[in-house]
């Protein structure tokens, strides 16, 4: 299981002083991977407050290419510089508001694995789309392309994290069983793509997950995890989130 809490544009370094070392505390003896995502400022700070515990730390984003005249562009080396292990690609935040395709997309998860960081790569559906039954055509899209430029070799390093568009941020979720039925869906794609990483690999859910309602998620045989926004701000829910992911430690 891995939880990841992906902190958008908030934060500051008092909050990354605050609370990743609570949270180091709370999580020291947990059986699952958890990741945080502050903004690109404060990594550095964050992998130096996480040192030696169970918390790693990801970034929220990368430029595909190594180093050059990018200006205002952060590499996937630097992002490994400065203590990452993991990066969020393809947020649907950053497909709306900078115009990510799946062409860039790809192209980001390449530079990731190059750089020796596990990407997390997002895949959901507009509310409209799902209206439209269209949500497995849509996801399985996304999700086709990102296999294509990872081949079966590197499948492992990757983890996918279903988000439907239209849960983020809203306080609507999707159900257990309507994320299972895509989680499920997508293993079998990934399998079809190459025999025997369907089981190995890991899809989160994403989408107004809170400590609440993560437990009944958490539950489904084919959600292994969590990306988490504004849950993820506050470090007691957060902390909850996590404990509840535990309890499927018999799991990847
Ligand atoms: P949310 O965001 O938990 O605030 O809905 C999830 C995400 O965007 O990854």
Request: glycine fraction near 12%; include cysteine; aromatic fraction near 4%.
């Amino acid at each position: 299981m891995l939880v990841a809490g992906n902190w958008k544009m908030h934060g500051s370094q008092a909050m990354v002083r605050g609370v990743i070392p609570v949270l180091a505390a709370e999580l020291r003896s947990v059986e699952l991977d958890v990741v945080v995502c502050p903004p690109f400022p404060y990594l550095s700070m964050a992998s130096e407050c996480a040192r030696g515990s169970a918390v790693a730390v990801g970034a929220q984003d990368l430029h595909p290419a190594a180093s050059g005249a990018h200006t205002g562009e952060v590499s996937g080396q630097m992002l490994r510089d400065v203590g990452c292990e993991w990066v969020i690609i393809g947020h649907s935040e950053r497909r709306a508001d900078n115009g990510e395709t799946d062409a860039i997309v790809v192209c980001k998860v390449n530079a990731a694995l190059e750089a020796g960081l596990s990407p997390i790569v997002c895949v959901g559906e507009t509310r409209e789309e799902r209206e439209g039954g269209r949500t497995f055509e849509v996801v399985a899209a996304q999700s086709a392309a990102v296999l294509e430029c990872a081949g079966p070799g590197r499948l492992r390093s990757l983890v996918l994290a279903y988000e439907p568009v239209w849960a983020i941020g809203t306080g609507l979720t999707a159900s257990p069983e309507q994320a299972q039925d895509v989680h499920l869906r997508l293993r079998r794609q990934v399998e079809a793509f190459a025999s025997g990483a369907g089981s190995a690999l890991r899809v989160l859910y994403g989408g107004s997950v809170k400590a609440a309602n993560a437990a009944a998620l958490f539950a489904m045989p084919d959600i292994d995890g969590g990306l988490i926004g504004g849950a993820s701000l506050d470090t007691g829910e957060f902390a909850a989130i996590c404990r509840a992911a535990e309890g499927r430690s018999w799991n990847k």
